[in-house]
Every structure is written in C-alpha cells, then in structure tokens.
C-alpha cells in the first residue's frame, strides 16, 4: 500500500480558496487512481472528487463541482485539491485516498487512506 499525508488545510473566510495536498510515499502514485473525501462533524464521510492515474479523467460530486479542481503530478507524487469559493458547508477534514481501482476510489473502498487534514470556512 501506498501511504498518504495531506496538508493545506486551514481557517478560510467564506468565499476564499485553499490548496490541498496528499502527499505519497512508499510506492509512485502513477498507477493509481486517487481521490478526496471529507467528514463533517456529526455526519459521514463524502465523495469530494476522483482522478485516473493519468489525470485524463477526472469526477467531482455535485456540491463541489465548478469550485473544486483535483490534478496530479505523478512525477513528484502529488495530489492536489484546489478548493475556490469556499463556504461554510465545507467545513469537514479532508482525507487522500488510493487504490489501483479508480471505481474503489469513487465509492469510497479505497485501500490507502491519509489522516486527514482539518478545513474551516467562517462565514
């Protein structure tokens, strides 16, 4: 298994934007397909977005999608998660995760996961 870190969260006004990253060691990320997640207080754990291993497909749930971008750089065994007009809904931590199946990260069966890192949107 491949092992993540995120970092990049922080405390944002409402409307501002951050950039997350996961970083991976162990193994190259450039067969695996990779995704976030996010878990707000009191509720579960939440598609945010999915990219192929090449990059050249990428998937994003409803309430992010236009303001969320997710890219890859292979090379440096990146991910990011570039987070624009942010509010308050999306207040959760932010978990990476990686599997060799694109359709496990989707659905959440992913077997790498990081330990999150916290973002807070004040309004």
């Known amino acids: 298994q491949v092992q993540l870190v995120e970092s990049g969260g922080g405390l944002v006004q409402a409307g501002g934007s951050l950039r997350l990253s996961c970083a991976a060691s162990g193994r190259t990320i450039a067969f695996y397909a990779m995704g976030w997640f996010r878990q707000a207080p009191g509720k579960d754990r939440e598609f945010v977005a999915a990219?192929?291993?090449?990059?050249?497909?990428?998937y994003y749930a409803v309430s992010v999608k236009g303001r969320f971008t997710i890219s890859r750089d292979n090379a440096k065994n990146l991910v990011y998660l570039q987070m624009n007009s942010l509010n308050p809904e999306d207040t959760a931590v932010y978990y990476c995760?990686?599997?060799?199946?694109?359709?496990?990260?989707?659905?959440?069966?992913?077997?790498?996961w990081g330990q999150g890192t916290q973002v807070t949107v004040s309004s």
């Open positions: 990219i192929t291993w090449s990059g050249g497909r990428t």
């Open positions: 995760a990686a599997d060799n199946s694109y359709d496990a990260v989707v659905h959440g069966t992913s077997g790498s």
